[in-house]
């Protein structure tokens, strides 16, 4: 495994443990480092397939992590951390990461689509296929939306804050490690 590569998978493992914010508090809620990385793994890694691999892999192992500790009232038994819809999303996110360096309007534009493709699809899914109780109908889908509001300034926050520092500190350490050019 190559300099290049074994530190990108030390910054997707930073992504996984930084993703434990959530137990600082409920004020914390979708404060998440994950749309980050899966873009970053999608700008630096080479390979698409390689970068969807440990995009699934990192939401997967957290998910597993969480949904086994914090969230095991809502998961009966055991998890096995898989959820369809979200790693769908950054498995596509990762697909993003290619446009991201380009410029400093790709990067905020691929963020901002990152963050809110993120709460339209997710809110979507809440609304079309759970029991939760909003009707099937506009009115209900816009009530999810609105429900879910809340928790989309903490995802465009930790969405920007976790790509500035992905992306930066890697920046900084390609300027000062030849290898991981």
Known sequence: MTKRNTTIIAFI???????LLILAG????NFSPMASMALF?????????????????AVWGSNLIL?????????????????????????LISLLGTNTTASASRF???N???????????NFAVWAGSDIAYSKDLA???????????????TIASQFLFSGLFFGAFEVLKKQVPALR
């Open 140 to 154: 209900g889908l816009l009530s999810c939306y609105a429900a879910g509001i809340p928790f989309l300034k903490n």
């Open 26 to 29: 409920p004020g914390w809620a």
């Open 13 to 19: 493992l930073l992504a996984i443990a930084s993703r």
């Open 112 to 122: 901002l689509a990152a963050a809110m493709g993120f709460f339209f699809v997710s």
């Open 108 to 110: 905020i534009g691929t």
């Open 41 to 57: 793994v999608g700008a630096y890694l080479h390979n698409r397939k390689q970068a969807i691999a440990w995009t699934l892999v």
């Open 67 to 91: 949904n086994n500790t914090l969230y095991d009232a809502f998961f009966p038994g055991f998890s096995f951390g898989f959820d369809a819809v979200h790693m769908g999303l950054f498995a």
